[in-house]
Nanobody, 118 residues
Framework: VQLVEAGGGLAQPGGSLRLSCVGSSDLPTLPFNKLYMNWVRRAPGKGLEWLCSIYSDGSVSACVDSLKGRFKISRDNAKNTVYLTMDSLKSEDTALYFC????????WGQGTQVTVSS
């Protein structure tokens, strides 16, 4: 399974960004549209923080309560893509953002940097 994130960059406080994660799989038993997906981040000097997850069919999703609804996960299996829409960005959202596949986070992308600063 290969995952490639994109969409990071510099954003102003209060702004929005949408990250994308394009996946591919050479495992016949685990195509992307059967893969449970997550977004995780690592802020400078901190450990990994789970943000959101979504079922393979997109029917169920959840994000950590501390985000207070600012972030939303979605997916388009026709495009093999998972998204993280981030609104009302804060400086503390500055981090390296990863998408990770599987409930046990077995598969990882390389990450995309998000910097929130004025």
């Amino acid at each position: 399974v290969q995952l490639v994130e994109a969409g990071g960059g510099l954003a102003q406080p209060g702004g929005s960004l949408r990250l994308s994660c394009v996946g591919s799989s050479d495992l016949p038993t685990l195509p992307f549209n059967k893969l449970y997906m997550n977004w995780v981040r690592r802020a400078p000097g901190k450990g990994l923080e789970w943000l959101c997850s979504i079922y393979s069919d997109g029917s169920v999703s959840a994000c950590v309560d501390s985000l207070k609804g600012r972030f939303k996960i979605s997916r388009d299996n026709a495009k093999n893509t998972v998204y993280l829409t981030m609104d009302s960005l804060k400086s503390e959202d500055t981090a390296l953002y990863f998408c990770a596949g599987h409930p046990l986070l077995r598969y990882w992308g390389q990450g995309t940097q998000v910097t929130v600063s004025s």
